[in-house]
């Protein structure tokens, strides 16, 4: 057992630390070796913070738009119309994507207003849905 390391020490490596007050032993015993209790340490050392592929660090900024993240946003065009005003939170010219209320796809004219708006144009009325991402 001499080749054991780490937090456990080999049991015959233990005698004489029983007392008559205190069995040392009592729930640390396994399988025949004493596993010695595990403390904490109440500060780390700065080497182990470390960015590397896997961790890296963010600003409260870059912290902020990743909770934010929405990967898409749908549209849900309940009135009948020609003309969709779409407001949306992605910050950018997303794909569009939409179809009416069958299902069906339709084909329409996007106009991008802004980054957080756009409109789009069919050729007749209808409800439906709009798809951006």
Known sequence: MSELVGYLTPIENLEGTMSNTKNPLEGNL?????????????????????????????????????????SGYVHDQIA?????????TLGKNPSVSVVDSSGNLVMGEVCYISLTQITI?????????????
């Open 80 to 88: 009948s119309s020609a003309l969709w005003t779409i407001t949306h």
């Open 30 to 70: 396994f399988y025949g070796v004493y596993v010695d209790p595990y403390t904490h340490p109440e500060t780390h050392p700065a080497s182990m913070i470390t960015e590397s592929e896997d961790r890296v660090f963010l600003s409260s900024e870059e912290k902020t738009q990743v909770l934010n993240y929405q």
């Open 121 to 133: 144009s069919f050729t007749a009325a209808f409800s439906g849905k709009a798809y951006l991402n």
